[in-house]
C-alpha cells in the first residue's frame, strides 16, 4: 500500500549528553534528514542517532531507521 502525505510524520532523533532528544520533524523521510543534519552543524554537541517513523495519531513508532543504514535510501 502506498503511503499518502500526512499519513506518517518522521522525527530525527539524537543524543545530548547521553539524553534522547528530537532534532527534526518532517511529513517525508528526506526532509527530516536534511534537518536533522542541518541541526547537527550548528550544535555539535548533539549526535544525530536516527528517525522515527511514526503514524499520524499514534504515541508509538513503526520504524526506528538508524543513521547507519540512511546512506542506503
Do not use: W
Request: aromatic share 8%; net charge neutral.
Amino acid at each position: 500500500m502506498e503511503e499518502k502525505l500526512g499519513d506518517y510524520i518522521y522525527m530525527g532523533m539524537g543524543l545530548v549528553d547521553k539524553h534522547r532528544v528530537c532534532i527534526s520533524v518532517g511529513y517525508n523521510l528526506d526532509y527530516a534528514i536534511k534537518k536533522a543534519e542541518q541541526f547537527v552543524e550548528k550544535a555539535p554537541n548533539v549526535e544525530f542517532t536516527h528517525v522515527n517513523k511514526i503514524k499520524v495519531g499514534e504515541t508509538t513508532r513503526t520504524e526506528k531507521i538508524m543513521v547507519k543504514d540512511l546512506t542506503t535510501i
